[in-house]
């Protein structure tokens, strides 16, 4: 089969925006599901149900397919999935799969003790000093560590994991963090104009303020201005949100939950994956719904 | 080592037409296999064989090296590699694993009681009602609805799932071949406009005739001409074929078994799997071979 | 989210050099570590010892990230993770899994009588004749059977497994080595030429010195002159490593043992692949490690 220049068009079209998702359940006969009052309807049949009368959304990327079509009609998730997850490389983007690096809670033989291999492992977290869980089976997880690691890039964009998290520009933010995040003089003359400079954090990166630079989106990612205090403390997503519910990007005192120092000092998994790759990966989507549902190990 | 500009050239090339397909078996002292009756040969010998006869024909993407190394050569292949497929992501083409939305055959949690999970499932096939097999075992499964849904798109391409398969032109288009498929005033007047109108089954989508517009291909897609009953009637590849022989696209009375029908209506699987990526995936070749085999569970 | 046009930029050249790799190990309070004696070290520690260090060298592709967090930390691969490899789909590049056609020892059923579905088959290699091992466990298999057919493109670039590796031109050069790679006249009038020659190897193929045409790099690959008899039988890379020390790419009276002849004869697997996939992929690198660390099975 030659190609047709127009349907090319539409081809390259679809998979740039990448905005195409097929599942069509048109089966014959299943047209007098909306005769059942709700709770009695199969999968299929709410979905058909739904479709019918507007309520599933308008798509864009893959993720949002697995949304309608798992996340929203509450699929149960089984471990036996997860395990394959964590198992299987590529789960999560191109990479080796999880349990090369964590696969026992021996921090001799595994990184941090995290025995990913297990249903025990995954919930019981980080055995390596200081021990600290990965999520909270029955909660969104989408801010645990778990999710964050394999849905955050390192910041600022183009830093290799080789790129040393301990530098004296790093610690100085950290330190400004702990001690409360104060607009004082430590933090006019030596902590805001880090975010102002190409190469603060590493060689060749671009200034923080290269992409947060006012709370207008477009140009400004997130809405997020890193150019003054009031734009730090403010936070992100303040024109969509409201002001009173932007997200926080620093919480005074605790560098370890504050969004600034998270995307300064933890790096993305699978190790290598592309900061240009998806950071909703439809099966991070199901793994995050897993530990909605609960957790379960069965 | 640093690029040289021809070799580039070349890479981008092969890359470009993914005709480059690779497995030398070429092992020294295995040249005397031709000396053995061809019933008596290993595979490996079978293969060499052919090759020096010129009897393995000229590569395109890389499902023909499947074709010509495992399907020609009737490897035998195991429910345990089937298994694993049903069970991976990525492993049709980049998304979630099959087994994520079907695996039981309770119908309130897994889509169309459908457990892709066990071998007795994946025979058995879609245990809600309309019940209905996926393949026949030992027979070519290429219409059959498992590898319809792994290599058909939806059309017009660009279609989401979210757009319903029950508009009103949906319906027209059900009505009509159930009805006999008749070319009468109905049909001029109402359906036959559908197939030349831009967005007649979905927003943002062109009109079938974009696509299908005579029986010469190319600019026409498998010859197929929708923008006449006759064309319509006489169906796809009707040049390449002969017009005795060219592939039916309606099936008067049964919309579920007409082609048209079921572009319109059926999604490609993975959910989320842009049109763009190859129909042919390996891994599709195997499971339709595994079922030509006999689809045995041992 | 919209895109913002500089953060663009920055994506498509990170995604076109593939130099981002992350994977940050910052965690709070891991700080102490320093103080412990090497050997005392969690892998965890002693990896961010050598990022303050300076240790850790800057990276390029991703299997740079898994030689850094991985091999140099001596991870211990397990065969359960080997084994998941042999059996998934797309493990070291898109394919098929490496057990479709390599899954029992009966060569009429599997090619070379190979079985890489179990630990004893891969250790036992090819069982057909004539038989072969495809690494020694222990030691670095770079240049055994096993990593060669997974990173070596076959030669000349362009080459499909369809094309014959027993055409007289092939013979020629296999012949040549058997009888000793001496430079005579059957040297200078047929092998000699044929390097020099497009499609001597293969239809469509340019010329082996197209690409390997001085000791000089760039423009030829690998230091690599095949264009005279000193140059070929000085090797490749001789000016990196030195003239003692440069790569012997003919092993006179052993074809199997010359690149020369593996590079003519072996095709790359998986089956299909494109040689413009990457060579290091990172599941090859710790297949090999596994090797290196002993190949153990359980």
Redesign the interface.
């Known amino acids: 089969?030659?190609?047709?220049?127009?349907?090319k068009h539409?081809?390259?079209?679809?998979?740039k925006v990448?905005?195409?998702?097929?599942?069509?359940?048109?089966?014959?006969?299943?047209?007098h599901a909306d005769d059942k009052p709700s709770g009695k309807r199969?999968?299929?049949e709410q979905?058909?149900h739904d479709?019918?009368e507007?309520k599933?959304?308008?798509?864009g990327?893959?993720?949002?397919?697995?949304q309608?079509?798992?996340i929203k009609r509450s699929?149960?998730?089984?471990y036996?999935?997860i395990n394959?997850?964590m198992?299987?490389?590529?789960?999560f983007g191109?990479?080796?799969?999880c349990?090369?690096?964590h696969?026992s809670n021996d921090?001799?033989?595994?990184?941090?003790?995290l025995d990913l291999s297990t249903c025990k492992g995954l919930i019981e977290g980080?055995t390596?000093?200081?021990k600290h869980v990965l999520f909270t089976p029955g909660t969104d997880p989408k801010r645990d560590i778990l999710i964050r690691r394999l849905r955050n890039?390192?910041m600022p964009?183009?830093?290799?994991?080789?790129n040393?998290?301990?530098t004296p520009n790093?610690m100085l933010v950290k330190q400004w963090i702990t001690d409360g995040a104060k607009n004082d003089d430590n933090f006019k003359k030596k902590v805001l104009p880090l975010f102002k400079k190409a190469n603060a954090f590493g060689p060749n990166t671009?200034a923080c303020t290269?992409?947060h630079m006012s709370n207008q989106?477009?140009?400004?990612?997130?809405e997020l201005n890193l150019n003054t205090y009031a734009g730090i403390m403010l936070g992100a997503d303040s024109v969509a949100k409201g002001v009173d519910k932007a997200t926080k990007v620093i919480v005074p005192g605790d560098?370890?939950a504050s969004f600034v120092w998270q995307h300064l000092?933890?790096?993305?998994?699978p190790?290598?994956?592309?900061?240009?790759e998806a950071r909703d990966h439809?099966?991070t989507t199901?793994l995050s719904a897993w530990i909605k549902q609960g957790a379960k190990c069965d």
Request: proline share 11%; net charge negative.
């Open positions: 089969m030659q190609c047709h220049p127009s349907v539409w081809l390259s079209r679809l998979a990448t905005c195409v998702v097929g599942l069509g359940l048109a089966f014959a006969g299943m047209g199969t999968i299929a979905f058909i479709m019918k507007g599933i959304s308008e798509g990327a893959d993720d949002h397919v697995v309608e079509l798992i699929i149960p998730i089984t036996k999935y394959t997850l198992n299987t490389p590529n789960a191109p990479g080796v799969a349990t090369v690096c696969n921090p001799t033989q595994s990184y941090r003790g980080s390596e000093s200081p890039n390192r964009l183009g830093q290799g994991f080789e040393s998290t301990f790093h671009p290269a992409c989106e477009p140009p400004s990612f997130h560098p370890a000092a933890e790096d993305r998994m190790p290598g994956i592309a900061p240009s439809p099966n199901i």
